[in-house]
Structures are given as C-alpha cells and as structure tokens.
C-alpha cells in the first residue's frame, strides 16, 4: 500500500525534499509529495478478500483519509 | 466535579496536568490506563495529556486512538462528559475522529518549543469561560507536528458554530496552522483539543497563571479561583 497526501494539503516534507533536489542540480522538479509505503505479506490465494482486508486497513489505521490518498497493489 | 487522566506508553505530560488538575480543584484526579473499557460514571472530565504516545509511530496519536480506553472515552464523550486533549491528546482525538481535521508536520520542520500568545476566539464553553472573548493570553507550546488542517467546506461550518475556541495571536502561530488555529472543539462542546499547554502555565513558579482558566472552566471552579 502507498499512502501520499492529498493534492491541495500543503506537504511541508515534501517542499524541503524538492528544494534540496534542485540544490543538487536535478532542474525541472516540481511537487514533490513524500509518502509511506506499507509492504507486507498476507495468508491465502484469495485476491479479492486481500484486496478488501487491505482497504479496510488502509481506512482503519493506515492511511488519515482527512489528509491522504492511499493506493493498494497486489502480487 | 472529579477529573480523569489517561496515560498511556510514552505520555509524558501527565504529571503535569496531575499537578495541575490536582492544584486547581484541590482533589487529585484518578488515572486511566490504555487498556481500561470502562470508566467510573463520577468522572466528569478526562483529560489526555501531552508526550509521544507508541513513540509517534505511523502518525502522532494513531495507534493511542485505536487502543480500548479510546473506545470508552469516546462513549463518555458521546453521553456529554467533558474531554479535553492537550498536545499529543489534541492529536489522538483527531485521529479517534472525536474532532476533526488532522495534525501535520510544522512548516519549518523543526520541533517548537517555546511561549506563544493565544487568542480566545470563543469564551462561551465549558472550557474557557473563566477569559474574556478576544482575550490575548500567553501559553507554552512543545510539539513538532502542530499544523491544524481541515478541508475549507467543513472549516466554514466550525467558524460558524464557534468551534475554533484558540487562534495563535500576534504573529505567534509556531507551525504554519490553517487559520492560525490553535485548538477546536466538537459540535456538542464538550470535546476540547489544543496544541499548547495550559497545564504549563498556573502558577507564579511559571511565570504566569494565563493558562489555569482552562483548568477553572472545565472543573467549574470559576467563581472558586477567581
């Protein structure tokens, strides 16, 4: 799962993050959003209940849904 | 009125506000452990205090919000016993849903720790009835993720309704806070969170006793302290 902030919450993060890539000469970067990535490994085959139990965790616990986005892949 | 502080692994304000509940009501409060589900029907405010509750992890408050006792506090809360969330317990109800909008890194990235000024936006709650409307008072602040941030549509509602109760005053606002917001509180009034620490400042040992009308109001001791 990865979890990155709304587009229009201010990411204070990922503002210094962009600076300090431009201050290493990397021009043309823009709106740089820092974010978590949560990586773990699930009992069974069924991939449509991974997918739901994934969700209800993203909604549950890791993800704040007031103030980010999160996004689920599975392999 | 008896008073309540939870604690919780890595909390480490709650001395503080034991001191400070126990100073301003004369009575010690009781204290409520993470895994309690039920708290006594006499309380009648609980306090959550500042720290860095599960080390901060995932996000300032997550974890502590998803512990059994939250689930207990949130049924007081709902039967209108009062709540009140300072630093870390302003983050934990945000992440409980008790209040909304969410708490963000500052904007300079830096941990603040330093006294700001605080305008009293509404005088009429349970919690600041002790000050004047628009009184400027001082009060400490501590925390390194401060930055209040709620979308535009329900921030319209809270200002209507008066449930933004603290401004950062003068220039102060130590953590890029939308709208200079420094504390909120929930629709019924009785669910208080704030960034800075009241409990800090009560008594000439301080510096100052700005911060104890938060205390008298919520305790109903106004006329007692005055």
Same mark, same amino acid.
């Given at each position: ?14 503002? #210094? ?12 970067v ?7 990535v ?9 991939? #449509?209940? #991974? ?23 599975i392999? | ?10 909390? $480490?304000r709650?001395r ?19 895994t ?50 300072v630093c ?10 008790m ?6 890194? $500052? ?92 409990? $800090? ?14 205390f ?7 006329a007692?302290?005055?």
């Amino acid at each position: 799962m990865t979890v990155t902030l709304k587009n229009g919450v201010l990411d204070p993060q990922g503002k #210094a993050i962009e600076g300090a890539l431009g201050s290493l000469g990397f021009s043309g970067v823009g709106q740089v959003r820092q974010g978590k990535v949560f990586d773990l490994e699930l009992d069974g085959t069924d991939k #449509a209940k #991974a997918e739901a139990d994934l969700k209800a965790m993203c909604e549950k616990l890791l993800a704040n849904t007031v103030i980010e986005n999160y996004t689920i892949a599975i392999d | 009125m008896k008073s309540a502080v939870v604690q919780l692994p890595g909390l $480490n304000r709650d001395r503080d506000m034991i001191a400070a509940l126990t100073k301003i009501s004369g009575k010690a409060p009781i204290t409520i452990w993470q895994t309690e589900t039920e708290i006594p029907d006499d309380v009648d405010l609980i306090v959550i205090p500042g720290g860095f509750s599960y080390g901060d992890y995932l996000r300032c408050g997550a974890i502590a919000a998803r512990m059994p006792v939250m689930q207990a506090i949130k049924e007081k809360a709902d039967k209108g016993v009062k709540v009140l969330g300072v630093c870390n317990g302003f983050q934990i109800l945000v992440e409980a849903g008790m209040l909304p909008g969410a708490l963000m890194r $500052n904007t300079s990235l830096k941990f603040v720790c330093k006294e700001v000024k605080l305008e009293v936006v509404n005088a009429d709650t349970d919690f600041t009835r002790a000050y004047a409307k628009g009184q400027i008072i001082r009060c400490p602040v501590a925390h390194h993720d401060g930055n209040y941030f709620v979308d535009p549509e329900t921030l319209a509602g809270m200002e209507d309704r008066g449930e933004v109760v603290f401004r950062y005053a003068e220039g102060t606002n130590p953590n890029g806070s939308l709208s200079d917001i420094a504390g909120v509180m929930n629709r019924q009034g009785n669910v208080l969170g704030m960034m800075p620490h009241p409990e $800090n400042l009560i008594e000439s040992a301080h510096g100052g006793s700005d911060g104890r009308g938060i205390f008298a109001s919520a305790l109903d001791v106004v006329a007692a302290t005055a």
